[in-house]
Each structure stands twice: as structure tokens, then as C-alpha cells.
């Protein structure tokens, strides 16, 4: 079935009218990592209006890294409507963030916002050390932030595009969970954002997929090293969502095909995916760790 979708772009506004629907995606790129959500077209559906909450996170403290747009921006959104306290953390997306910082005051949350480079351990000591100072204490963390480059073939991996993939990808959720485990007390929930690409590969994001593959092995051992603990580590593995790491990483010309082999034949809208955020980082998941969920539109390769 296909919707009836209205979009503002001045005011980065969508709307629409069903829930089963496919999306058009028009061919577009971006030259800047990990890309920007504004600049989308269609602009990203985030916040599902009908979504009801519970208060399963009430006076909860969640990081969330990468938290401007995408996943992230979900995420933190759906954080907050449950009761929680969020702190987004980005790389330089202003623009975004403050969107994001905007929704998450209008529903009544509490928010905010750190500006830095995970890729460096002491950057992500002060973000951990910002959130203690403001909200005293981290129940959660959402590892989110990450970026992917298109090659397509190994040779065309420089070692400058091998190194910064995965310190953005792994280097810094080592470090942020390392620093958020001296804070964190038994309930707390650590979420991971692996991939779909870990399970089949992927022939033209190689270091990508290797980053992700080397999220799974860390969430897992994590899991069963804190689970005496009752701290739980998880991870989540999207299939195609739309945000804003696809035009920023694809060939203009490769958008509109993306999604099309997937069962459901469209792609996922971050208000679909934020859902399951809430279920791990809540009292609902306790006897869950070291598992790694997979959220794809019915995609089974591999």
C-alpha cells in the first residue's frame, strides 16, 4: 500500500496517513560523514504520533551517541517521552541536534547536547564526566554513532578510511563503555547499534561490515562479563532504515534502489525501529544480554 506523504521542507515536517507504505527515494548524496538529516529528501519519519507512553524509563539518565539524526534521533525522542533524561551526543551536525533538542523540550523531556569527537578516548572521559555533572548519574547508553564509506573493492580502502571507520565504529564504544561502566549500577543497559551487513556481508562497505562484526563479539563478551552484575549489554541489527547515512555514504544513483529486494519492499522509518530501544533499555528486557536483535523488513540472507 502506498501513502499519502506531506512534506514541508522549511519546516522539516512529515506527515502521514497509514502505517504500511513505501517511500520514494530520489537520487541524492552528501559529501560530509556521518551526513545530515535537514538536508534529506524525503525528510526521515521519527516520531510516531501515536505511539503512547508508559513511563518505563521514568527518572532514567540514557546517553545516546550519534543522537542528532537517524536511529539516534529516534531514539533519544522515544527516550525521553518515556521518562528519561537524554544526553545526545554528536560530531558537528548543529543543525540537526538542535532539531532533535527542540522535539525532545516539546514533549517535556529533558535534554542535552554535547558536541565532540568519540573517536578519542579523552572526549569521550569529559562526555561521561558532562552527563555525571548535569544529571548525576547513567543508567543507560546507546552506542548509535558511526559512519560507512562506499568502495568498491578492497584496494580502494585507504588506510586513512580503514583507521577512521573503525575508531569511529568500535575504538568508540570501547571507550564510552568503559567510562560509563564506573557509573553504571545493576539494572543499568548498555545497547550496541551492530548491522543486517554483519550476517551476509556486503561487497562494497567492507570496513563497515568488519566494525559491525566486531560490535556483535564485543556486545557478547561484554554481556557475560557483566552479567553477575545484572548490567546487560545487547545490540541491535537494522536492515535498511532511511537516514542519513545513506545519501552521505551511497552513489546518488544507488538511492532509489535501495530497499527494493526486501520483503517487505520498503524501507524502515526510525520511529519503527526506536520502539525496541525502549524494550532493551527497560525493566521489560531483565533477563536479556548478550543477544542481538535483528529489525530488517524480513530480510534473511546469510
Given at each position: 500500500?502506498r ?6 521542507l ?12 513505501v ?8 559529501d560530509?560523514?556521518p ?6 529528501v524525503?525528510r526521515?519519519i ?5 505511539y503512547k ?8 539518565v540514557?546517553?545516546?551517541t550519534?543522537?542528532?539524526?537517524g ?10 517521552k518515556?521518562?528519561a533524561?537524554?544526553?545526545?551526543v ?9 532539531e ?8 517535556g ?6 558536541r ?9 572521559s ?17 552506542n ?6 562506499q568502495?568498491?573493492?578492497l ?6 578510511q580503514?583507521d ?6 568500535i ?15 545493576s539494572g ?5 547499534l551492530?548491522?543486517?551487513t554483519t550476517f551476509?556481508?556486503?561487497p562494497?562497505?567492507?570496513d ?30 537494522p ?18 534502489t535501495?530497499?527494493i ?16 530501544f525502549v524494550?532493551?533499555?527497560?525493566d ?17 540472507k546469510?
Amino acid at each position: 500500500m502506498r501513502n499519502n506523504y506531506f512534506l514541508d521542507l522549511d519546516k522539516g515536517e512529515v506527515s502521514y496517513d497509514c502505517k504500511e507504505f513505501v517511500m520514494e527515494f530520489p537520487p541524492q548524496s552528501q559529501d560530509t560523514q556521518p551526513g545530515l538529516e535537514y538536508l534529506m529528501v524525503p525528510r526521515p519519519i521519527f516520531d510516531d504520533k501515536n505511539y503512547k507512553a508508559a513511563g518505563k524509563l521514568k527518572g532514567k539518565v540514557a546517553i545516546v551517541t550519534g543522537g542528532d539524526s537517524g536511529i539516534g534521533r529516534a531514539v533519544a525522542l522515544i527516550f525521553a517521552k518515556e521518562g528519561a533524561s537524554v544526553a545526545i551526543v554528536y560530531y558537528d551536525e548543529d543543525q540537526d541536534a538542535l532539531e532533535t533538542e527542540k522535539c525532545i523540550l516539546e514533549v517535556g523531556g529533558k535534554v542535552m547536547l554535547i558536541r565532540t569527537d568519540l573517536k578519542y578516548a579523552d572526549n569521550c572521559s569529559l562526555v561521561v564526566e558532562k552527563v555525571i555533572n548535569r544529571f548525576g548519574k547513567i543508567d543507560i547508553l546507546v552506542n548509535n554513532a558511526g559512519v560507512q564509506f562506499q568502495q568498491k573493492c578492497l584496494n580502494q580502502i585507504s588506510d586513512e578510511q580503514f583507521d577512521l571507520t573503525m575508531k569511529s565504529n568500535i575504538y568508540s564504544i570501547f571507550y564510552m563503555t568503559k567510562n560509563c561502566l564506573k557509573y553504571m549500577k545493576s539494572g543499568a543497559s548498555i545497547i550496541n547499534l551492530s548491522s543486517i551487513t554483519t550476517f551476509y556481508g556486503e561487497p562494497e562497505l567492507i570496513d563497515y561490515v568488519t566494525s559491525k562484526g566486531a560490535i556483535v563479539g564485543f556486545t557478547r563478551s561484554l554481556a557475560t562479563n557483566l552479567a553477575d552484575k545484572n548490567i546487560r549489554v545487547n545490540a541491535v541489527a537494522p536492515g535498511f532504515f532511511w537516514t542519513p547515512l545513506q545519501p552521505a555514504c551511497w552513489d546518488a544513483l544507488k538511492i532509489p534502489t535501495l530497499a527494493i529486494n526486501c520483503p517487505m519492499k520498503r524501507a524502515g522509518k526510525t520511529c519503527e525501529i526506536a520502539p525496541l530501544f525502549v524494550y532493551l533499555a527497560s525493566d521489560d528486557s531483565s533477563y536479556m544480554t548478550g543477544q542481538v536483535i535483528h529489525i530488517n523488513g524480513g530480510e534473511f540472507k546469510g
